[in-house]
T-cell receptor, first 112, second 113 residues
Framework: NAGVTQTPKFQVLKTGQSMTLQCAQD?????MYWYRQDPGMGLRLIYY???????DKGEVPNGYNVSRLNKREFSLRLESAAPSQTSVYFC???????????FGPGTRLLVL | SQKIEQNSEALNIQEGKTATLTCNYT??????LQWYRQDPGRGPVFLLL?????KEKRKERLKVTFDTTLKQSLFHITASQPADSATYLC????????????FGAGTRLAVHP
């Protein structure tokens, strides 16, 4: 039981490049989330998926797109990376967000 | 908009003492309040949840209180150990939105032998 896994662990991009962050969970959770974490700031919700086939914007969705590929997988895409997107990205899943989230290990992204 | 405040300064305490961390919030009252632990380079780990109609919740050496009048939650770790050193995040879940979970920036706790 791996929980929530994320790939890659680290990534360096140049401004304007695109990339996709992958996330998978093996706990059969319905809900999945993408957060970003910046120094001195709390985790901020980018997008979430309450169930397979649905996605919704969170607090900071601009510059990102998501795909809920199936119940297990939820990917985050940066179409044209900007230095302001330098951050640590966390994927999380839950059966009920009010009962706590399970987080992955994070992807550290540097955009030059 | 909602604002969550956690002490940005690190809390340094001696092993064996009780650590107390504070989470203050403004505006609307949350339906739930959660506490997470985060170690360097890792994702947050869920610890405890307390509901708006609960005053106190305990789990082993952890105790959380929730005062909706003061708009404050206190997180206590009794008999603290160096292994408790980490950053602790509070998160509030508000009614009226399935996924309205807002995180504080966290407080770093250092327990010294």
């Amino acid at each position: 039981n791996a929980g929530v896994t994320q790939t890659p662990k680290f990534q360096v991009l140049k401004t304007g490049q695109s990339m996709t962050l992958q996330c998978a969970q093996d706990m059969n959770h319905n809900s999945m989330y993408w957060y970003r974490q910046d120094p001195g700031m709390g985790l901020r919700l980018i997008y979430y998926s309450a169930s397979e086939g649905t996605t919704d914007k969170g607090e900071v969705p601009n510059g990102y797109n998501v795909s809920r590929l199936n119940k297990r997988e939820f990917s985050l895409r940066l179409e044209s990376a900007a230095p302001s997107q330098t951050s640590v990205y966390f994927c999380a899943s839950s059966d009920n967000p009010r009962e706590g989230l399970y987080f992955g290990p994070g992807t550290r992204l540097l955009v030059l | 908009s909602q604002k969550i405040e956690q002490n940005s300064e690190a809390l340094n305490i001696q092993e064996g003492k009780t650590a107390t961390l504070t989470c203050n919030y403004t505006n609307y009252s949350p339906a739930y309040l959660q506490w997470y632990r985060q170690d360097p380079g890792r994702g947050p780990v869920f610890l405890l949840l307390i509901r708006e109609n609960e005053k106190e919740k305990r789990k082993e050496r952890l105790k959380v209180t929730f005062d909706t009048t003061l708009k404050q939650s206190l997180f206590h770790i009794t008999a603290s150990q160096p292994a408790d050193s980490a950053t602790y995040l509070c998160a509030l879940s508000f009614s009226g939105g399935y996924n309205k979970l807002i995180f504080g920036a966290g407080t770093r706790l250092a327990v010294h032998p």
